[in-house]
T-cell receptor, first 110, second 114 residues
Framework: QKEVEQDPGPLSVPEGAIVSLNCTYSNSAFQYFMWYRQYSRKGPELLMYTYSSGNKEDGRFTAQVDKSSKYISLFIRDSQPSDSATYLCAMSYNDYKLSFGAGTTVTVRA | SAVISQKPSRDICQRGTSLTIQCQVDSQVTMMFWYRQQPGQSLTLIATANQGSEATYESGFVIDKFPISRPNLTFSTLTVSNMSPEDSSIYLC???????????FGSGTRLTVV
């Protein structure tokens, strides 16, 4: 079993829709949770970082962490074509060695 | 946040040869990380490079295959040695973000071994 499982996608949504991305994990020692966005032929870019259960908002993005269920989500509201990318969840127990999900490719159709 | 320049951005190499990838950061950082991203798979940490000490390799990665140098606080290299087609992948360097949590990544090196 992989440490981090991410919904594989791909996802295709119309502009303005809500995008929901999910990851589950098996290591209960994970305490730092991140979402990265990766455009084609670019490196991952940090979107959200959190270390507590609950919701964290940043503009159109909401990160949700449920440690009891070992489940994290990223929601993108009012999605735009510029949100088309691969989204990677990542987590860590010591804030330096990251374990990544395989990524979900999202396409937002204009 | 730190700006990372990674070279080359892509290369096509013959099997049995070696390729050295360079990672230059615009500010001093304590730790630099090297990752591999294979198609359809998770980013996998190869090793952690600290200046002035030997790199720390993750399970499944060995120094003879992936030698790393870290001569100063802004630069590191990763060499992929004696390459085979199975080494075809994207290789990324990453540094921690002193101004906040999380990590900054370079744009990656897309390696194809033929």
């Amino acid at each position: 079993q992989k440490e981090v499982e991410q919904d594989p996608g791909p996802l295709s949504v119309p502009e303005g829709a809500i995008v929901s991305l999910n990851c589950t994990y098996s290591n209960s020692a994970f305490q730092y949770f991140m979402w990265y966005r990766q455009y084609s032929r670019k490196g991952p870019e940090l979107l959200m970082y959190t270390y507590s259960s609950g919701n964290k908002e940043d503009g159109r993005f909401t990160a949700q962490v449920d440690k009891s269920s070992k489940y994290i989500s990223l929601f993108i509201r009012d999605s735009q074509p510029s949100d088309s990318a691969t989204y990677l969840c990542a987590m860590s127990y010591n804030d330096y060695k990251l374990s990544f999900g395989a990524g979900t490719t999202v396409t937002v159709r204009a | 946040s730190a700006v990372i320049s990674q070279k080359p951005s892509r290369d096509i190499c013959q099997r049995g040869t070696s390729l050295t990838i360079q990672c230059q950061v615009d500010s001093q950082v304590t730790m630099m990380f090297w990752y591999r991203q294979q198609p359809g798979q998770s980013l996998t940490l190869i090793a952690t490079a600290n200046q002035g000490s030997e790199a720390t390799y993750e399970s499944g990665f060995v120094i003879d295959k992936f030698p790393i140098s870290r001569p100063n606080l802004t630069f590191s290299t990763l060499t992929v040695s004696n390459m085979s087609p199975e080494d075809s992948s994207i290789y990324l360097c990453s540094v921690d973000r002193p101004e906040s949590s999380g990590y900054t990544f370079g744009s990656g090196t897309r390696l194809t071994v033929v």
